[in-house]
């Protein structure tokens, strides 16, 4: 029998045999560097949750007295700027006082430079011991009216100063706890204000996830946002503290629970808000980097 003659196998056909064998192969090599190098960048390490500080200002009553109507009482979410007038007491009756102590200092001040005077000629042409020992006498007494009328004066002043509360900094209104025409007491709060930008980042690090956290180690933080930006630990604590519960429900993954968790507090240097704006109690996430900062 003639032998059968063999068929040469297409081009086109051992192309797409061998790219159905090499590239499922060379997509692994590369999801698997992918993969080991997001480990080590990322995940190595190790993970936590930290809370950007929210800066707050208790601003309290200075007197106790009833606070008086204003045009623009402030109201929560409203904007101030330091030295902004939040409240006011009625000061008219302090006011009227000051002005008669005012009119009373100014009189004795007067007499009392006259008196002076008078004792400077005394004492320079000469005169009688006992009439020098008068204008003496007289002069001292002056002093102590004056000294009297201006510690009257000045202490009208600061309780003037009391009637009117400013705000502390610039920042947002985040509670009001006091209107108009409500009385309140001496250290009472009637205002929170809370700044717009945070100082540092509090962050937690349970000592049993393999973690252990340096001053100057960078850290790689991300948003709410899902951008991200570099940073460094400014201090570590050197005792385990509580971790407040809506962390431990965000590093679950899990609903916010009750259970008690502990970990050595950190704190991270805040980014530069062109790289990463975050606000006040906003929540981030903390990946520790094996290197340390310059």
Same mark, same amino acid.
């Given at each position: 029998m003639a032998e059968l003659e063999t068929i040469p196998t297409p081009l086109n056909l051992k192309w797409k045999r061998l790219r159905y064998q090499i590239v499922p192969i060379v997509v692994f090599c590369v999801c698997a560097l992918a993969t080991a190098w997001l480990w080590k960048d990322y995940a190595s390490g190790g993970q936590a949750y930290g809370e950007v500080t929210a800066v707050t200002y208790q601003v309290a009553s200075p007197r106790e007295g009833t606070l008086i109507e204003l045009s623009e009482y402030p109201k929560v979410l409203d904007r101030v700027t330091p030295g902004k007038v939040l409240a006011k007491f009625d000061s008219s009756?302090?006011?009227?006082?000051?002005?008669?102590?005012?009119?009373?200092? #100014? #009189?004795?001040?007067?007499?009392?430079a006259e008196a002076t005077e008078n004792l400077a000629e005394a004492e320079?042409?000469?005169?009688?011991?006992?009439?020098?020992?008068e204008f003496k006498a007289k002069v001292a007494a002056l002093t102590a009216v004056v000294n009297e009328h201006r510690t009257a004066y000045n202490d009208l002043e600061r309780r003037i100063s009391e009637c009117t509360i400013v705000s502390p900094a610039s920042g947002t209104v985040t509670a009001v706890k006091h209107q108009p025409n409500e009385f309140v007491k001496q250290g009472e709060e009637i205002f929170v204000i809370t700044q717009d930008s945070g100082s540092y980042i509090v962050s937690y690090v349970r000592p049993y996830g393999g973690v252990v956290p340096k001053k100057?180690?960078?850290?790689?933080?991300?948003?709410?946002s899902r951008k991200t930006a570099a940073s460094i630990v400014q201090e570590v604590g050197t005792k385990l503290e509580p971790i407040p519960a809506h962390q431990l429900g965000v590093t679950s993954g899990k609903k916010q629970t009750t259970t008690t968790d502990w970990g050595i507090p950190v704190r991270i240097a805040m980014p530069k808000e062109e790289h990463l704006p975050l606000k006040p109690g906003e929540l981030v996430s903390v990946i520790f980097r094996n290197g340390e900062g310059q």
């Open positions: 009756k302090i006011e009227a006082r000051r002005k008669d102590v005012g009119e009373a200092l #100014k #009189k004795s001040q007067k007499e009392l320079k042409g000469g005169g009688a011991k006992a009439t020098v020992d100057d180690q960078q850290v790689l933080l991300r948003g709410q």
